[in-house]
């Protein structure tokens, strides 16, 4: 693959049933591009935990994904509340979700760690009051 594809999704922040078809879709376009099933695995383990987090926390936003022939860029945006402490966020069970959204099965404080785990790097940008961007990278060797 000599160029870069980038593909952009809105992330519905009105309801949880909608939230994971970004990643969905991107599994298929790579499975279609031949990308290894790990890789695969990987790029969609992340990026459905960064969907449910902008559903959760931000009310939706943008997922864009940028393939070329050395990796994978996954980034996040979104115009939430912000990640007041973003080292405490990243430690694993800890969660700002509502009772009303752990109730659904979601929150449960794994978002940020498996994001880091499943990806080879990971950039959190974000301002209380304006959002977040996450950019995330699958390498692809």
Do not use: C, W
């Not at 935990?49 to 994978?72: L, P, R, Y």
């Not at 929150?107 to 959002?131: F, H, Q, W």
Request: hydrophobic share 40%; no cysteine; aromatic share 4%.
């Amino acid at each position: 693959m000599s160029d870069e594809l980038t593909f952009q999704f809105d992330v519905n922040g009105e309801d949880f049933t909608s939230a994971g078809q970004a990643s969905v879709q991107v599994k298929k376009i790579l499975r279609q591009l031949g990308i290894s099933p790990e890789i695969i695995r990987r790029v969609s383990i992340a990026m459905y935990e960064g969907e449910i987090n902008m559903v959760i926390h931000a009310n939706g936003g943008v997922a864009e994904v940028k393939v070329n022939e050395d990796s994978i860029e996954i980034i996040l945006a979104d115009k939430g509340p912000g990640i007041k402490d973003i080292n405490k966020a990243m430690q694993e069970g800890f969660s700002t979700a509502s009772d009303q959204t752990r109730s659904l099965g979601f929150g449960a404080g794994m978002g940020l760690p498996n994001m880091k785990r499943y990806t080879d790097s990971i950039e959190i940008e974000s301002e209380v009051g304006v959002g977040t961007t996450v950019t995330m990278k699958v390498n692809l060797q």
